[in-house]
């Protein structure tokens, strides 16, 4: 006889890891419920609005094509789709890199800022709920997830995340430790997304 299903009632009433893989399904559809509401009130596609979000919030040297199908676990060719048409829709522009005329710099114009700026809104019904936990245990969550970020990632199923669990830096010291600035870090201290992030040099 196979294995029950993980999304079997039955299986799920007997199994704490099932009910936790489906409530993780549950979450993933409220994401997917509040982007194709923001994406259809502005006349983007999901990605579309990932996109513009990234492209707000982070530095010149990420914001290529590759850079973005790395993130969002894409492909190169699906980024480009999205590019393309948020360019004619007039939200941003390429720009040749100075060091390699191949490879081209996304920016956002003034009215893609100000539609980026509406449209990562989506996200703020989760943020909300989250913040109805207390700060302790919104920091169990938080590393709870990231622990299965990281396996996920050791998998083979999502690329390499920009986060304490994979970097150099991060080390266990009677708890998380960070050599960088040479601190003992809380649950909440972790970070999903570092800008000072250096891949563990056993996993490049």
């Known amino acids: 006889m196979g294995k029950v299903s993980t999304f079997s009632p039955a299986q799920q009433a007997e199994n704490t890891s099932s009910k936790v893989v489906a409530s993780l399904e549950r979450l993933s559809e409220a994401f997917r419920v509040l982007l194709w509401q923001e994406a259809t009130q502005y006349g983007l596609s999901p990605i579309q609005i990932q996109v513009l979000t990234f492209l707000l919030h982070y530095p010149e040297e990420k914001r290529t094509v590759t850079s973005l199908a790395l993130y969002f676990n894409m492909t190169k060719a699906t980024i480009s ?13 390429r720009k040749a890199s100075t060091t390699d005329t191949r490879s081209h710099t996304l920016h956002l114009v003034k ?94």
Request: glycine share 4%; net charge neutral; charged share 25%.
């Open 111 to 204: 009215e893609g800022k100000a539609i980026a700026k509406k449209v990562e809104r989506f996200a703020n019904p989760l943020q909300e709920t989250v913040e109805m936990s207390s700060p302790k245990d919104q920091g169990l969550l938080l590393e709870q997830l990231m622990q299965l970020i990281y396996q996920l990632n050791q998998q083979g199923v999502i690329s390499t995340q920009h986060m304490c669990f994979n970097c150099q830096f991060y080390t266990v010291k009677k708890g998380h430790y960070c050599t960088l600035i040479k601190t003992p870090l809380k649950s909440g201290d972790l970070r999903v997304d570092c800008q000072q992030f250096e891949l563990r040099e056993e996993e490049a």
């Open 81 to 93: 789709d999205a590019v393309k048409s948020l360019e004619q829709k007039s939200y941003l522009v």
